[in-house]
């Protein structure tokens, strides 16, 4: 049951996006090459992101003294706000690249939608990949002897991590499907948002607003995840740092729906074409006025 509870948490994360975009792509029948765009700029941005992460951003938050593990505090909250602007910036200037040369003409909020719903979708069918090559290797190595395979200095660490994986109830993981969800909702959300760019004034701005919201995001949710003890596996931090961020995805909803056109439901136009009235009453012509008209022409050519 352990290992069914693990396996079907990461199906769940692979299934639920898949889903949503068969569902969008049916509703506002775009067909599915925005979809899969979204999901290789996803791919593609972290391509960047995860290098610059490691090799620039961890060694300058150390020279400053920044750190995940230092618990709350100053130096936690500068480490949460740097990786939110870093995630921002890449994955908002990956999505801006995308609609200024790659997908020029996809310009409505319908567009916006199954392109986020991709980009997001693809964040999560990764994530459910990992945890699913996760569970296989954890359950490989239960009742393995580590110290045959793991090397003497990272024997403790090795332990410590399997024991807390299969330590945790296996409903536990099932709240990142809950994690996913508030994403996806995020990840839909700042696609329509970096849309503006190109559709309203000052656009930069609205770029901006999008690194902005993505940083906050993130930033909060390491920040919270690791006060709460979250990374330390405890079920009570985990609980707390997913409703946070469903509440900020359900902030991030409402952002949607307001970007979205005035009288449009669904992305298409409801406004019905004027009814003919008939001729116009109240009005007169005169010889003058009927003789300076196109049907004295006609008039005259008969």
């Known amino acids: 049951m352990e290992i069914a509870a693990r396996g079907a ?36 941005s972290q391509l960047l992101h995860v290098p610059f992460n490691i090799y620039i951003l961890t060694p300058f938050m150390a020279g400053l003294g920044f750190g995940t593990a230092d618990g709350p505090g100053l130096a936690l909250a500068g480490a949460a706000v740097l990786l939110g602007l870093s995630a921002g910036v890449f994955e908002e ?14 310009r409505t909020w319908p567009e916006g939608v199954v392109f986020g719903s991709g ?12 945890a ?45 499907a809950v994690e996913r969800a508030s994403a996806l909702a995020v990840q839909i959300t700042l696609s329509v948002i970096v849309l503006q760019a190109f559709l309203r004034p000052r656009g930069g701005l609205w770029l901006l607003a999008a690194i902005g919201w993505h940083a906050l995001v993130d930033a909060v949710a390491v920040f919270v995840g690791v006060s709460t003890g979250v990374y330390g596996a405890s079920v009570r931090g985990t609980v707390i740092t997913e409703l946070l961020i469903a509440g900020l995805a359900g902030i991030s909803l409402v952002f949607l729906f307001r ?25 007169e012509l005169g010889d003058d006025r009927l003789a300076s008209s196109r049907f004295s022409d006609q008039d005259e050519a008969k």
């Open 93 to 106: 200037g990956a999505r801006w690249l995308a609609y200024r040369f790659w997908i020029r003409k996809a």
């Open 259 to 283: 970007l979205r056109p005035a009288g449009e439901a669904d992305g298409r136009s409801t406004l019905a074409p004027l009814p003919h009235t008939g001729p116009v009453t109240g009005v």
């Open 119 to 130: 980009h997001g979708g693809g964040e999560a069918v990764i994530t459910g990949l990992i």
């Open 9 to 44: 948490a990461a199906l769940l994360l692979i299934a639920m996006p898949l889903a949503l975009g068969a569902y969008l792509v049916r509703h506002f029948k775009t067909g599915w090459r925005l979809f899969l765009i979204g999901a290789v700029i996803f791919a593609g």
């Open 132 to 176: 699913l090559a996760t569970l296989v290797q954890l359950t490989a190595l239960r009742g393995q002897d580590l110290s045959a395979i793991v090397p003497a200095e990272q024997l403790a660490a090795a332990e410590a991590q399997i024991e807390t994986y299969w330590a945790l109830p296996g409903w536990v993981f099932f709240l990142s």
